[in-house]
């Protein structure tokens, strides 16, 4: 590796991308109406973002972490059951969690987005990528997100629907 800050971090986030890819899918496939709708749209952008930032690992020369791409794997597959409502045998509880998860991981990714904007006069490979895009992306992402966890967490913490309060 030939830079293992950049690479580390780098490759952090790839890890957090694959959980959030992995993560809207779970959302997604539980969900119905408004909320699967926008789980389709966020996932795909999510996973245009992950491939952004494989391009550009390869682009700086950056190794793909086999141990944190497996680690990333496992903790979904152990997220399937908790965020399910199984362990709490509450469905809406694990929704509001996995959206409030999903919620988190996207403002990391803007964090990322950021720090690399601070450092892209320091990286020629960069300067191709529209960090103001992704960042603006990721607002709006998380602006939408928070609506659903806002609602889901009414819904969970409250334990019923806001259409039959």
């Known amino acids: 590796m030939a830079d293992k800050p950049m690479d580390t971090y780098l490759n952090d986030h790839l890890a957090g991308s694959t959980l ?3 993560l809207a899918n779970q959302i997604r496939d539980r969900s119905e109406g408004r909320l699967r709708a926008l789980m389709e749209t966020i996932t795909a952008e999510i996973e245009e973002d992950r491939e952004t930032l494989i391009e550009l690992m390869e682009r700086m020369g950056t190794t793909k972490n086999p141990v944190k791409h497996a680690g990333a794997w496992m903790t979904e597959k152990a997220s399937r059951v908790k965020f ?5 045998g509450e469905p809406d509880v694990g929704r ?11 403002a ?14 320091r990286y020629e490979p960069l300067a191709a990528i529209d960090l103001d895009r ?4 990721a607002r709006s992402q998380l602006a939408q997100l928070e609506q659903e966890r806002i609602r889901a967490g009414t819904d969970a913490l409250v334990g019923e629907p806001a259409a039959a309060r």
């Open 20 to 22: 959030g890819i992995d």
């Open 108 to 121: 990391g990714k803007e964090c990322m987005w950021q720090a690399l904007r601070g450092v892209q006069d």
């Open 134 to 137: 992704l960042i603006e992306r």
């Open 96 to 106: 509001f969690m996995a959206l409030e998860s999903l919620t988190l991981g996207v």
């Open 84 to 88: 399910s409502g199984l362990s709490s």
